[in-house]
């Protein structure tokens, strides 16, 4: 079993920038990927960005150029960067993880909201 526990949600203003943590523990194997979704009332979760076991990344096209997903091996934490935020950047961010070796389990983290607003 994988915990996932994300920290740094809040409130930020417009333009504003927020980091969000998601500290992994437990039985921490090896990982295919880790990342971020997200949430708005009303909105499908999607998927904001992702690092794969290998360092490459992808970005939701909304975010580009104004979020940065890394991960700290040494800690086994997951970062989400968050610069330049809007608005419609507010949600529910939840981090993943997909945890194994040949077969790969996913597990989520309880979710952080982020609001911005002036």
């Known amino acids: 079993q994988v915990q996932l526990v994300e920290s740094g949600g809040g409130l930020v203003q417009p333009g504003g920038s927020l980091g969000l943590s998601c500290a992994a523990s437990?039985?921490?194997?090896?990982?295919?990927?880790m990342g971020w979704y997200r949430q708005a009332p009303g909105d499908r979760r999607e998927l904001v960005a992702r690092i794969f076991s290998g360092g490459n990344t992808n970005y939701a096209d909304s975010v580009k150029g104004r979020f940065t997903i890394s991960r700290d091996n040494a800690k086994n934490t997951l970062y989400l960067q968050m610069n330049s935020l809007k608005p419609q950047d507010t949600a529910v961010y939840y981090c993943y993880g997909d945890f194994g070796f040949s077969t790969f389990t996913r597990y989520w983290g309880q979710g952080t909201q982020v609001t911005v607003s002036s």
């Open positions: 437990g039985t921490v194997t090896s990982f295919y990927a």
